[in-house]
């Protein structure tokens, strides 16, 4: 049998938050790959007892650690970088979630880290509840695939989704972003974001789109004894301007390369929204 009556069931969720006697990996990962770095403010949102936070003090890291049961007074102010880790995996209600992944968001001036369950030991099975488990312990717990943390992260924020480790990705801040609880009940609010994302579209189609297959290559060169990088747009199906496979974009200051990492971008929202827009009609349907 599976529950789905919230007022029968109360959620400690404060249970779920483990003790560590290191780094968790997620935000080891954030370290060890350079996401993270001492000059950086940091706030680990939703840090559980806060270990992670208390061990990146000690390493001299610019961190603060809120939760709402273990670190309620903490001030949720903009910094460089949030993490927020596992915390999507312990909240029941999938629009809930989708609103604490736009708040921490909001927050992150830089990037945004993201990582959750992707299995249960032995330990953890439970009586199914929603899409997830209530634990033996009595907390909830919602396993993702990579595929599905991705998706989740990209159809409400509203854009791309770069994978660090295992089930966790990067979010870069992006101003162009359109943040939306698409998993809302709410049809007048679902029709308003089918019409915020047409708009945008519409925006993004109005200037060069590379083809799918288009990457941004780096290459380095030595001339005069002295190495210098460079790069280079490549498509294979020859739909670059006049033709061609490759197009010479010089060094990351040159306004060539700013363009195509732009052009870029637009590609990757584009079909970032496209998903967005057919969740929604799928929704808005449902409701018929």
Known sequence: M???NLE????PRHKAALKRQELSLPMA???DGGILL???THLDYGCGRGDDVRFLQAMGFRSRGYDPYYFPRTLKRAVDVVTLLYVLSTIEVPMLRCEELYHAYQLARQTLVVSAITGRSTNHV???YNDGVITRWGTFEKCYSHTELKHL????LGVPARYLTHNTYIVSHNSKALPLIIHSSDRSYLAQCRSLLHSQQQELKSAWIPPAD???EKHSSIQKGKRYSYFRLKSRSRSLPNGKLTMHLGNAANECYLNAVEAMERRDLLRINERRLLRIEA???GMS
Request: hydrophobic share 50%.
């Open 2 to 4: 599976t529950l789905t």
């Open 8 to 11: 029968n069931v109360i959620i």
């Open 214 to 216: 288009a990457i941004i």
């Open 283 to 285: 929704i808005l349907d």
């Open 38 to 40: 001492p000059h950086h």
């Open 29 to 31: 990962a954030a370290v």
């Open 153 to 156: 992260i990209e159809d409400t």
């Open 126 to 128: 439970g009586t199914p």
